[in-house]
């Protein structure tokens, strides 16, 4: 019996004030509990959209959406890492089918490769190279400890005659950049060959580990280094068809980012 005139006592004054408190003589919201809440029974909210009860999920959660407003059930999802174990965080590829291309003039006037293509040398430094445009995109790190792996792939292209000698051939490199510091360059050579207007398939692999936290740029410059008894009008392609036996799909560059991290920062998940 005295059970019940406690309910009543609280409905009561519930119905009668704005505020009810428990173990405080200041409540500050309609119902406020100063000590621990134990609930035995289910736990529902009201959907404002259309007035219904919702008690959610087994494992969702209560999420506020700010003042005026209903709190609603989410499902949040927090994977399960292990200590200084790296795990994939970011994973993306990127194409661009504009490329660049190079007469004889913009051939590039680097005075000595074994030093300017160095681990960390500036962009600046790469006299003659051009960025391949789509190329240039920005990741994000969370970690101080992480790996991020750089695959490019691209088509080389010249514009050469039919010589029928290897003697006729072009050098070319290109660097992948991260904030405009060198990470990782390869060199290669077009050769002329039987058929006219020749091309080949480059690709490499770049690494670059601990890079501070926070936003950075990647790109993807390259340049036509030098030319072995090559007609002066000669062109050469880089991600970009130079001569009508292959197109532009054909030609175009990708590259693809990947970068693991050991976890320090958690964002929650939630959908």
């Not at 993306?92 to 660049?100: A, E, K, L, Q």
């Not at 207007?197 to 690494?207: A, D, R």
């Not at 990947?258 to 939630?270: C, G, H, L, M, R």
């Amino acid at each position: 019996m005295k059970n019940i005139f406690s309910i009543l006592f609280i409905a009561i004054g519930l119905s009668l004030s704005a505020q009810v408190g428990i173990k405080t003589e200041s409540p500050k919201a309609t119902l406020d509990v100063n000590g621990d809440t134990n609930l035995r029974g289910r736990l529902a909210v009201s959907n404002a959209t259309n007035a219904s009860i919702s008690e959610g999920f087994d494992t969702q959660i209560l999420v506020s959406q700010g003042e005026g407003y209903a709190p609603i059930w989410k499902t949040l999802r927090i994977p399960e890492y292990q200590t200084n174990q790296y795990y994939l965080i970011f994973n993306n590829s990127f194409s661009d089918d504009v490329g660049i291309s190079f007469t004889a003039s913009e051939e590039s006037t680097i005075a000595s490769r074994s030093t300017t293509f160095a681990k960390n040398n500036a962009y600046t430094n790469f006299a003659n190279f051009k960025k391949i445009p789509g190329l240039t995109q920005t990741i994000n790190v969370y970690s101080t400890l992480s790996k991020a792996y750089f695959q490019f792939e691209t088509v080389v292209q010249a514009t050469y005659d039919n010589t029928g000698t290897t003697d006729t051939s072009i050098d070319y490199g290109c660097g992948i950049f991260v904030d405009d510091k060198l990470v990782n360059l390869r060199q290669g050579n077009l050769k002329a060959s039987s058929a006219n207007n020749p091309f080949l398939t480059h690709n490499q692999i770049g690494l670059i580990e601990n890079l501070s936290k926070g936003t950075h740029t990647v790109s993807v410059a390259c340049s036509r280094l030098d030319s072995y008894n090559v007609e002066n009008g000669t062109l050469l392609g880089i991600g970009k068809a130079v001569y009508s036996n292959i197109d532009g799909f054909i030609a175009k560059s990708s590259l693809k980012v990947d970068v693991y991290e050991v976890p320090q920062v958690f964002n929650t998940i939630t959908n």
